[in-house]
Every structure is written in structure tokens, then in C-alpha cells.
């Protein structure tokens, strides 16, 4: 984790799912648009050279590869997003759509509103513990392996612990208030500088979280940015509403995530990392690393971690 620290730990910030516990996301290198910015004001900057400059701003423009592997691995009715933010979002955090393993994936990419979580997170099998003093749900597929690596873990002398309750599931408020008080200050701070009308701000408060994203989005393809430091895309800062891996109950935010030897035994377990900026994230995808690739998956490593990501 030293090499995280010096690179530049963005400290006030949480990212694609773990935004509640604040703290250790790294840029994500996936993008390739890099323009000039100023560095986060909580970065301590001792030795950047050796990482890639952040990327400040989603490519919208990017369309996904149709019959790529990743596509075929799909579940069979998942609503493919028809939008630039959709499409965006199926990149950056879409592993989970390929999880295996008993695993029940969402049937979209994005979903609209509390009801529609509500609805699909009961409609999956799902099992209660408390672990490491926080009291977590997740898929049960999701929560035996995680048992069967915690037991790994212990014979090694080794603990496997949320980071906090929020840890494993969330609802759809829990998303929106975050979403929330990164937009709020964001839409006072670029009315503030001209960049936008008083107007334009209230239509973007009037309209639901869901209608947000997309208008967000947009804005942060012109340089107006609304993660937490105003200098990069909100999705480096929170999971916009209703499209963390949290709300499927297959995701989960380790407290040991700094040792590689957890890591590795979550790993032989079929939890991985799927979110390049988000280090304390693992996705429980249900299945063997080797297997990753056939599923679409290509790896990404980042200071000395790997990252499963959609390949298209
Ligand atoms: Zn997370």
C-alpha cells in the first residue's frame, strides 16, 4: 500500500461503491481521455511519476463492442443501456453482470427507483451475518464464499471484515443522498463560476436522481465536474443512484484490503476486484481467475493489484 500513499491516495473521496466509508481510491486507468488538472487538494503527492495521470472525464462517446465476449456472457435478459450514461456506467462497473456461482445479477444496468431495487433485491435468495461486529447481506452464494475465505483466512492467522455496516448491501436512498451532496454543491460552485445558468441548475435539481445522471454526465464531458474535489468525473467519486454493485447484494468493502494475501485467498473464492478506483471493492463474480477471461473480463493492474474489467 505504500506505493498508493506516496502515488497519491485520494483522501476525502470514496468511489464507484464505496463512497460511505471515504478514503482509498486510486485513479482509474481504464480511460484514456487525460486532460490537465489540478491535483485533488487531499492528494499527498510525494512521488506521481510512476502512475497515470487521473482521468478527469468519462468518455461518453465510447460505444460498446457488440458481440464481444463480455456481450455473450451477459444473462439473457438484461436490458442492454441505450444511452451514453448507461453504456459509460456497463464499463466502469459491469463486471457483475457476468458473476456466476448461483449469483443473480440485476436485469439492468442502472436502476430507476427504490421500488425497482426493492423489487429485484427481494427476488434474490439472500443471507444475513454478522461478521467482524457489522451485521452484512449479501447473495447467498456471495456470503459462502465470503465464510469459506473468512475460515481461509483464520487458518492463516489472517481476518476477512467489512469496513463498515454499508459494507455489503445498500438501498437506492442510500445511493441518491450521496449522489445528492456531490451534485448540490457542485451545481452551486459551476453557477458560482458562469459555467452554468441559474436555470439550467434548478431544471437539473427539479428532475428525478435517475434523469440526473445522464445531465451530469454531459456537463462533465465539458469539463464541469462534480466528484467531490470538482476536478473529475462524479464516478470517481460516488456510484451515481441506483448503479452501485452494492444494491446487488454482490459486492463488498474489505477492511484488510492493504494485504495481498487477503486478496489472493478473496480471490480463490471468486471475489475480485472489478472497479479500478475503488481498492477497498471486491465483486463476487463465482468463479475460478483463470475463468475470467472467458467471461469477457480482460485484467487491469494498477500498483501491484488486478483488476477485472468488461472488455468492450
Ligand atoms: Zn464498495
Known amino acids: 500500500m505504500g506505493r498508493f500513499r506516496l502515488f497519491g491516495v485520494i483522501v476525502a473521496v470514496a468511489s464507484a461503491g464505496c463512497w460511505s466509508m471515504a478514503s482509498n481510491t486510486i485513479s482509474n486507468s481504464k480511460s ?5 488538472t ?30 464481444s465476449t463480455f456481450i ?43 421500488a425497482d431495487v426493492t423489487a429485484y433485491q427481494r427476488s434474490v435468495k439472500t443471507s ?21 475465505a473468512i475460515a481461509a483466512a483464520s487458518r492463516e492467522g489472517l481476518s476477512i471484515s467489512p469496513r463498515g455496516s454499508d459494507s455489503a448491501k445498500r438501498s437506492y436512498g442510500h445511493t441518491v443522498d450521496l449522489w445528492a451532496s456531490r451534485v448540490e454543491p457542485g451545481l452551486k460552485y ?29 456537463l462533465e464531458s465539458d469539463g464541469v465536474f462534480f466528484a467531490k474535489t470538482l476536478d473529475k468525473s462524479i464516478i470517481y467519486s460516488v456510484a451515481p443512484p441506483g448503479s452501485s454493485q452494492h444494491l446487488s447484494m454482490l459486492a463488498l468493502d474489505v477492511k484488510e484490503f492493504e494485504n495481498a494475501r487477503v486478496r489472493a ?18 465483486t463476487y463474480l ?22 477485472y474489467v468488461p472488455d468492450i
Open 72 to 114: 455473450k456472457s451477459l444473462p439473457q435478459g438484461l436490458a442492454m443501456p441505450k444511452d451514453d450514461a448507461g453504456r459509460l456506467l456497463m464499463r466502469e462497473y459491469g463486471a457483475v453482470f457476468v458473476a456466476r456461482g448461483g449469483a443473480v445479477p440485476p436485469s439492468k444496468v442502472v436502476f430507476e427507483n427504490e
Open 32 to 36: 484514456n481521455a487525460v486532460t490537465e
Open 190 to 218: 459551476w453557477v458560482s463560476k458562469g459555467r452554468i445558468t441559474n436555470a439550467d441548475a434548478n431544471r437539473i435539481r427539479s428532475l428525478s436522481p435517475f434523469a440526473q445522471v445522464p445531465e451530469i454526465l454531459k
Open 286 to 307: 463465482g468463479v475460478k481467475e483463470s475463468e475470467l477471461s472467458g467471461l469477457g473480463l480482460r485484467s487491469v493492474s494498477n500498483s501491484g493489484r488486478t483488476f
Open 265 to 282: 485467498i478473496l480471490a480463490a473464492n471468486g471475489w475480485f476486484q472489478t472497479v479500478t478506483s475503488d481498492l477497498p471493492h471486491f
Open 128 to 148: 444475513v451475518e454478522t461478521v467482524g461486529g457489522f451485521r452484512i447481506e449479501l447473495q447467498e452464494p456471495a456470503m459462502a464464499a465470503l465464510r469459506a
Open 38 to 67: 489540478k491535483p485533488d487538494r487531499t492528494i499527498e503527492t510525494k512521488s506521481p511519476a510512476a502512475e497515470p495521470t487521473p482521468p478527469p472525464r468519462p468518455d461518453l462517446s465510447r460505444q460498446i463492442v457488440e458481440g
